[in-house]
């Protein structure tokens, strides 16, 4: 059983910079792809970006695109989402969660307890 944990979360400026962290306990974790979502207050939980379980392949949602960057250490069993040219309505609980395989198409079986982030203008 994984456990994932996030960090880094907090309050920001627009246009600001903020990088999360997601650790996760368990060996394996680096054979599986990682993805971030989120979810604002009264919407539906969205998705973000994923990582294969190599780095090698990256995947955005077209709102953050250019803007957010997610990266591994697979040293560190850690999964980065870099953050830049916050906007208020990137405003939410972030997550990460561990996808069923090294490579998508899967589901993700795993979750962390999310991080807020919050963008002021």
């Known amino acids: 059983q994984v456990q994932l944990v996030e960090s880094g979360g907090g309050l920001v400026q627009a246009g600001g910079s903020l990088r999360l962290s997601c650790a996760a306990s368990?060996?394996?974790?680096?054979?599986?792809?990682t993805g971030w979502f989120r979810q604002a207050p009264g919407k539906e939980r969205e998705f973000v970006a994923l990582?294969?379980?190599?780095?090698?392949?990256?995947y955005y949602a077209d709102s953050v695109k250019g803007r957010f960057t997610i990266s591994r250490d697979h040293a560190k069993n850690t999964v980065y989402l870099q953050m830049n040219s916050l906007k208020p309505e990137d405003t939410a609980v972030y997550y990460c969660?561990?996808?069923?395989?090294?490579?998508?198409?899967?589901?993700?079986?795993?979750w962390g307890q999310g991080t807020q982030v919050t963008v002021f203008s």
């Open positions: 990582i294969s379980w190599s780095g090698g392949s990256t």
């Open positions: 969660a561990r996808m069923d395989d090294g490579d998508p198409p899967a589901d993700f079986g795993s």
């Open positions: 368990g060996r394996t974790f680096s054979s599986y792809a």
